[in-house]
């Protein structure tokens, strides 16, 4: 629990005996402003005591490791939930914007192949709480390191299948949207092609980004590297992204882990090619990082430019995503974490797929 998982409703019962506006006041400094509410100097002395030792307004995990590259553009913490799980979100800075990466769920069912998230199995999905105080953290954090910059976008690419986990997703997509401030087309969601989870996200009205982890264009290949795809095979995933496309008229980007021998083939860039046009999708080739449990590498940068040359040579819009945070464990494709805390007795390992060159997604 979080204190981002009470409602309004919550804070009203919580605060009795309070002045009626003093939870609307909380409601909005704790979401437009980052703060906690013992933090808060407008509220009473003896509030901010007792609000500060509830357990209800207590946060929703503890930061184990803080990691940054040498100019500090690139930032991975490593959290651990109050049940002990551990998750990770990624904050990355550019000259005219602060993005987070942030996780849906702690683990990954999808198992995919090459993604060490899903070698490593599921365990639970995030609450609202849990999934708003990444943003909150990353607000905070974005203030601290960049000063007058304000964090603007957010990305749903870290560890778990957002769309999986629609109920609380979706809520905090309203926290963040509503609550927090950031715009809807600053708000991208990523999934492996979840179709029932698709077309409840077709219809929440806010223009949300879509990025769908494809990696590979046709079933039999797919369904090897995406097992979900078995489900939800490439013809019923397009009929479902073709409903999107035409009810809210928004861009959908293809994500494609570029993999040594494996989806990089000239027949590879022309059956997305087939996959694209239709569609009028944009492209994001991300060279893989090499993973525990995975053979192959990423592949070359010259059969990634070589493979964008192909889809930009049949009008598709492609983007290579380039490998931030490499040295942090935080290199696009799969985020590393491990850690060993003695007081836990349990050694972790966390690794999550994660997207994190997400300009073109934002466009």
Known sequence: MSLYDLEIADWQKLLSGQPPF???QIWKAIHEHALRPDQLTSLPKSLRAILA??????????????????????????????????IETVLMHYHDRST?????????????????????????????????????????RTRITRGEKRLSNIVFMGMGEPLANTRNV???????????GI??????????GIVPGIKLFTDLGPQFNLAVS???ANNDKRTSLVPINAKYPIETLMETLQEYVQKTRRRISFEWAMMDGVND??????????????????????????????????????????????????????????????NIDAACGQLAGLVADKNLGERYS??????????????
């Open 22 to 24: 003093r939870s609307r």
């Open 53 to 86: 030792s509830s357990a209800e307004t207590a946060s929703a995990f503890t930061l184990v490791r803080l990691t940054s590259d040498d100019r500090q553009l690139t930032e991975k913490a490593l959290f651990q939930l109050n049940d002990r799980r551990v």
């Open 100 to 140: 987070v990466c942030i996780s849906s769920q702690a683990g990954c069912a999808m198992n995919c192949s090459f993604c060490a998230t899903g070698q490593q199995g599921f365990f639970r999905h995030l609450t609202v709480g849990e999934i708003v105080e990444q943003v909150i953290w990353a607000i905070d």
């Open 170 to 180: 979706f809520r905090a997509l309203e926290r963040i949207n509503t609550d927090i």
């Open 183 to 192: 715009g809807a087309r600053h708000i991208t969601v990523s999934t492996v």
């Open 214 to 216: 494809l990696h590979a």
């Open 265 to 326: 083939t000239e027949q590879d860039a022309k059956e997305l090619t087939s996959l694209c046009v239709p569609l009028e999708a944009h492209v994001n080739l991300i060279p893989l990082n090499p993973t525990l449990g995975w053979p192959s590498k990423g592949s070359g940068w010259s059969r990634v430019e070589s493979f964008a040359d192909t889809l930009a040579g049949a009008g598709i819009a492609v983007s290579i995503r380039d490998n931030r945070g490499t």
């Open 350 to 363: 966390e690794n999550i797929s994660a997207k994190m060159e997400i300009s073109a997604l934002l466009d």
